[in-house]
């Protein structure tokens, strides 16, 4: 869904990008910055319920998550090590996010089950990328999917924002449970399509 936008994100970010590199600022010191934010905000508004907050400040960060790599590509930094960077320190940044609401929800106690989903997204949500970085580690491709991070991301960011705007909790519960499956389905896509490309390989010499 919001692939289509990384042409236009890349033009807006391009005249900032190159802004913060004049002055001296590192693509890995804006995937560090950004992440350590994130992470601060999620495990302080969400548990606490400031949703909206929470929820605001994160997307935006989200939408300049692309800022590191057009930094990168436009100081000829661009490589394996920033790629293995971004990808680690994203796992933390969704760990935080789903982790608060997990603790609001525990923090609530009337809602059981949406705690449960959100743990589930929270799962499901590191095995998704690993699944892909698995499969290209032996060399085949899983590039397939219906939930891709930012896609999840967006969705839960905006239905929590507009929970604490006033929207039924039930409203997010649902959601949840539509992002776990959705990772679910996923995985299960991914793990298919390796399955696949490892029958077709030409058998090993003994």
């Not at 970010?13 to 992440?35: C, K, S, W, Y």
């Not at 508004?45 to 935006?60: D, K, Q, R, W």
């Not at 760990?95 to 949406?114: M, S, T, Y």
């Not at 590039?143 to 930012?150: D, M, N, Q």
């Amino acid at each position: 869904m919001l692939n289509g936008l990384r042409g236009g994100l890349t033009r807006l970010f391009t005249p900032v990008a190159r802004v913060l590199l004049r002055i001296g600022v590192t693509p890995d010191a804006v995937t560090i910055t950004g992440t350590v934010a994130v992470v601060a905000v999620a495990l302080w508004a969400f548990p606490t319920g400031h949703l909206l907050i929470g929820a605001a400040v994160i997307g935006a960060l989200v939408f300049t998550d692309s800022l590191d790599g057009v930094m990168a590509r436009e100081s000829g930094r661009s490589g394996p090590w920033g790629a293995f960077l971004d990808s680690t320190l994203d796992r933390f940044a969704d760990a935080a996010i789903f982790a608060g609401l997990v603790i609001w929800f525990a923090r609530g106690g009337d809602n059981p089950l949406a705690m449960v989903l959100a743990l589930l997204c929270l799962v499901l949500g590191s095995i998704v990328p690993y699944a892909r970085a698995r499969a290209e580690g032996v060399g085949l491709s899983a590039k397939v999917g219906i939930a891709e991070r930012a896609d999840r991301l967006v969705v839960a960011l905006f239905t929590t924002g507009f929970v604490g705007m006033g929207l039924p909790q039930v409203v997010l519960t649902v959601v949840l449970g539509l992002l776990a499956l959705a990772s679910a389905v996923t995985v299960v896509q991914r793990m298919v399509t390796v399955y696949q490309q490892a029958k077709a390989l030409p058998p090993e010499a003994p």
